[in-house]
């Protein structure tokens, strides 16, 4: 448009040789017609062309293992093929999530019926889940995330994501101490910076009143706590296993002294002369089956934590506060756990920090009595 309305002012400005001979083309009327006629469908069409082929703009980052990522420079669907990120997103930002990894078959009055619609497609085979390409292809979200250095899935569903052409964003929960920093650094990555930060700032908050309280228990007050992880009670989990992380952040002693070999590993089988031997201080549970029925048994019946009564299962709405999976829910665990095991050196009102738990990750307001419900894992009817 420019260069012929500048073609045309070239003529229209030659020198006054041509003794007041102007081109008809110099007359204003004339020009703004030659515009309008020649230039302006040209104009037109190249707006139309740029308003069909958006440019797409893209950013490189660097994820939570230091690995560079190309994304895109708007994100507004993503899937976690980590069971355990796929809750953290929707206390972040469940709008953005574009698909499940399983479908939610109980404790559903704690999710929107938005996230209740959402396909589940599957995600990380080791957390016994499936992906399914397919579906995935369907949904196509702006980037994955994933949990851990070898992110999670088989390098089949790996190959597939990279054709998709869909990028890996990994995010570090190795340790519930890193949850502050994964809702940070998704918080950033997500334009959910204040959201992050106040569920950030709690777990912090929480982390260091434990560790406080911790550090002023007495090497000798420490208490052994035994993890059993099935009904009979006889998979346990090795002392630097996250299926137990509960027990050291809480001052408790794991005596399973069997090392993990990697992240998705530490749970061990023993036999019950192993439990008498280690006769621990606490038993947790994560199975109501245990502490209702096995361990009533004439066998347990010597052990130092039956006789004394200290038999704690741990609340799983609305899943597991500890592990299966683990999740975020492990820093309220890791506060009820603390509680238990050293209520003189932790002093808290557990019933109402639940609530205020709930309220401030789920967005649901529990009665009193329904927190009792949730702490002594009975079923809530909603």
Same mark, same amino acid.
């Given at each position: ?120 497609? !599957? @995600? ?7 992906? /399914?390409? &397919? ?5 196509? =979200? #702006?980037? +994955? ?115 993990? !070999? @990697? ?7 023993? /036999?019950? &002369? ?5 006769? =621990? #201080?606490? +038993? ?99």
């Amino acid at each position: 448009m420019y260069a012929i309305k500048y073609s045309i002012k070239a003529i229209c400005d030659r020198p006054k040789c041509l003794q007041g001979r102007q081109p008809a083309a110099c007359n204003g009327g004339i020009l703004k017609k030659i515009i309008l006629i020649f230039v302006l469908p040209v104009f037109i069409c190249l707006s139309s062309l740029a308003v069909l082929s958006p440019q797409v703009s893209t950013k490189e980052i660097a994820d939570m293992y230091g690995s560079k990522v190309t994304i895109p420079g708007k994100i507004t669907k993503v899937f976690s093929v980590s069971v355990s990120l796929t809750p953290l997103m929707y206390t972040l930002a469940p709008d953005l999530l574009a698909a499940l990894n399983r479908e939610v078959k109980s404790a559903k009055f704690f999710y929107s019926k938005e996230y209740l619609a959402l396909p589940a497609i !599957g @995600g990380s085979s080791s957390s016994g889940t499936i992906l /399914n390409q &397919e579906v995935l292809l369907n949904v196509k =979200p #702006d980037i +994955i995330i994933a949990w851990g250095n070898d992110m999670g899935f088989d390098q089949k569903a790996r190959d597939a994501i990279k054709s998709m052409g869909i990028p890996v964003v990994r995010i570090n929960i190795d340790s519930m101490q890193n949850y502050p920093a994964a809702y940070t650094f998704l918080g950033k990555l997500l334009g959910r910076e204040k959201r992050a930060a106040e569920l950030a700032a709690y777990i912090s908050d929480a982390l260091a009143r434990v560790g406080k309280a911790v550090a002023s228990i007495p090497a000798g007050k420490r208490l052994t706590v035994y993890y059993a992880g099935t009904d009979d009670g006889l998979n346990t989990a090795c002392v630097d296993s996250w299926h137990a992380e509960l027990i050291p952040f809480a001052g408790g002693i794991n005596p399973v002294r069997c090392v993990v !070999g @990697g992240h998705f590993t530490g749970i061990e089988r023993i /036999n019950f &002369e192993q439990v008498m031997l280690m006769d =621990p #201080d606490v +038993i947790l549970s994560i199975r109501k089956a245990f502490s209702e029925t096995e361990i009533k048994k004439k066998k347990w019946l010597g052990i130092k934590a039956v006789k004394t009564g200290r038999i704690y299962t741990i609340p799983e709405l609305p899943s597991n506060w500890s592990t299966g999976p683990p999740s975020f829910l492990g820093i309220m665990g890791l506060q009820w756990l603390a509680a238990n095991l050293y209520p003189e050196y932790f002093k808290i009102d557990i019933e109402k920090e639940t609530a205020k738990f709930m309220k401030l990750f789920y967005g649901i307001d529990f009665t009193p009595a329904e927190v009792k419900d949730i702490l002594n894992c009975r079923n809530i009817a909603r």
